[in-house]
């Protein structure tokens, strides 16, 4: 008999991450396009591994990040609290700072109550999974942000998702679903990679027609869309009408943490039993003081969101101009459609060689055949590097075969 003979075989944990050897080949290729440090910036220029490129990646929206302002506030904050809160909201980490900012984002945004988060992500990841449980029902756009899934995977409710934007699936699902389950439904505002706005108007209208809320995600809308800039419900009008919308204060706000503004007792009740709230350190007092100014500039600075639209629907017309697909985007957030993986990192490392850095999505971010560089903007980028950027994407658009010089694309 032989001697391993009856020995149960164990597998390592660890097997998954030894046969992982992707990331290993990209960068033996010179085309691995992630976690390129920055050593300076200003903005919308930034110097990576030598390079001084125009940045055509960031969601520096507002071109807030260097706004000597807003670096004042939080030199003063960190002067005043010191460097960190050493605690979580629900015990010692509260100060007056973070009830100051709730109550003016709550005001901001027109809602009774808000609660901060110490990331946009645990925002979304921590407010699902708290006010959808065991006897609940979750529908979840495909697209929604990854935070949005997790949180709907954290939660004990069943979870649905319908096709993008696809508000015919929607209602098919809600027909079939528990009449006697609670319902929300749950949206990207703005689509992070498409630039896509939501359908809220036909949203607001199937959630009030199947006894449903509606929860928006305004990562990429709240500072950059809407009635001076208060995000996807309020370009038509109707944020009365959705029940709760959560930010980020990554992108436009210049900082780092997030948000969820609502009713005040189902804010109270999120603040409560969170388990990202109440077990997460709070946001430093520096953060918290950058997010106070840039709001406080947003609301006085207002040529910020006519620029940025301005440059938008610029950029979005000399890319398709040039012959680029460039989906449906109606934002700041403009995808350039490049195909396979690969060509899409070698159009990425091509166009970082001609000074514009912009950022190279693959699956699973997105289907299969339609990996695509992300561009966005900031309402400080110049005209001149807007034409640099374009003049960037031509030269290797027309080296890769993506566009000819009569305007047309392959992808067209």
């Known amino acids: 008999m032989s001697s391993t003979q009856g020995v149960k075989k164990v597998t390592d944990i660890f097997t998954k991450a030894y046969n992982f050897t992707k990331a ?55 002067t005043q609290y010191g460097t960190g809160c050493t605690g979580s909201r629900y015990l010692n980490g509260t100060l007056d700072l973070h009830l100051r900012l709730e109550e003016e984002l709550a005001e901001f945004m027109g809602k009774e109550s808000c609660v901060l988060f110490s990331t946009g992500y645990q925002a979304n990841e921590g407010s699902i999974q708290t006010i959808a449980g065991r006897n609940d029902e979750i ?51 703005v689509f992070s990679m498409s630039g896509q706005l939501a359908n809220v108007p036909e949203l607001v209208s199937i959630a009030k027609e199947y006894n449903a809320r509606l929860y928006l995600d305004d990562a990429h809308a709240i500072g950059v869309i809407g009635d001076g800039g208060r995000g996807s419900a309020s370009v038509f009008g109707l944020t009365d009408d959705v029940d709760l919308i959560s930010g980020t204060f990554s992108k436009s706000f210049a900082s780092l943490g997030g948000f969820l503004v609502g009713d005040r007792q189902v804010i109270e009740f999120i603040r409560h039993h969170s388990p990202a709230h109440i077990f997460s350190a709070s946001m430093p007092p520096a953060n918290a ?124």
């Open 289 to 412: 003081a950058t997010v106070l100014k840039a709001l406080e500039v947003l609301k006085t600075e207002t040529w910020r969101l006519d620029r940025l639209e301005e440059i938008s629907d610029y950029m979005r017309k000399g890319l398709k101009d040039l012959g680029f697909n460039v989906w449906t985007s109606s934002t700041p957030i403009i995808p350039v459609v490049i195909g396979e993986m690969m060509s899409c990192f070698k159009f990425w490392k091509d166009l970082f060689e001609v000074g514009v850095y912009a950022n190279a999505v693959v699956p699973p971010a997105v289907p299969q055949g339609q990996s695509l560089i992300r561009t966005s903007y900031s309402a400080t980028h110049t005209n001149d590097q807007l034409d640099q950027i374009l003049e960037g994407f031509k030269i290797v658009g027309l080296k890769h075969g993506i566009i000819d010089n009569n305007g047309h694309g392959a992808h067209q």
């Open 24 to 78: 290993d080949e990209i960068k033996a290729n010179g085309l691995y396009p992630y976690f390129k440090p920055l050593t300076e910036t200003d903005g919308t220029v930034v110097v990576i591994e030598g390079h001084k490129v125009i940045m055509a990646g960031s969601n520096n929206y507002l071109g807030l990040t260097n706004d000597p302002r807003l670096i004042k506030a939080a030199q003063d904050a960190i």
């Open 139 to 189: 529908f979840s756009d495909r697209d929604n942000h990854a935070c949005i899934v997790v949180g709907t995977m954290c939660s004990n409710a069943r979870t649905y998702r319908y096709g993008h934007n696809d508000m015919d699936q929607l209602r098919k699902l809600l027909d079939k679903s528990n009449p006697d389950a609670g319902k929300i439904i749950v949206s990207d505002g």
